[in-house]
Nanobody
Framework: QVQLVESGGGVVQAGGSVRVSCAASGDAYNTLSLAWFRQTPGKEREFVASKRWSGGAVWYEDSVKGRFTLSRDNAKKTMYLQMNNLKPEDTAVYYC?????????????????WGQGIQVTVSS
């Protein structure tokens, strides 16, 4: 079993930066594909970024490319999402997700471990 806990976030002005973290508990962290999703009220959960367990490039949703950076520290069992040049439309609850030995795709149903979510609010 894997438990995920997000931290960071908060309120930031447009154009600013914030970093959210996702700490994992459990074994074999390096077998986990990891992802960030976000959700706003009344909308479906939206893919933000992901990284396959076996390495390789990070996938990003088009609207965050060049602004957001996903990274992972296997020694600390922690994933990060650095968000720069934030826009009001980035306001959402951000969720980290994980699954073992999967391709690390962009669909929520590919992931079976989820964090509780953390609010990021970008003021204009």
């Amino acid at each position: 079993q894997v438990q995920l806990v997000e931290s960071g976030g908060g309120v930031v002005q447009a154009g600013g930066s914030v970093r959210v973290s996702c700490a994992a508990s459990g074994d074999a962290y390096n077998t986990l594909s990891l992802a960030w999703f976000r959700q706003t009220p009344g909308k479906e959960r939206e893919f933000v970024a992901s990284k396959r367990w076996s390495g390789g490039a990070v996938w990003y949703e088009d609207s965050v490319k060049g602004r957001f950076t996903l990274s992972r520290d296997n020694a600390k069992k922690t994933m990060y999402l650095q968000m720069n040049n934030l826009k009001p439309e980035d306001t959402a609850v951000y969720y980290c997700a994980a699954s073992r030995y999967t391709p690390g795709g962009n669909l929520p149903n590919e992931y079976n471990f989820w964090g509780q979510g953390i609010q990021v609010t970008v003021s204009s």
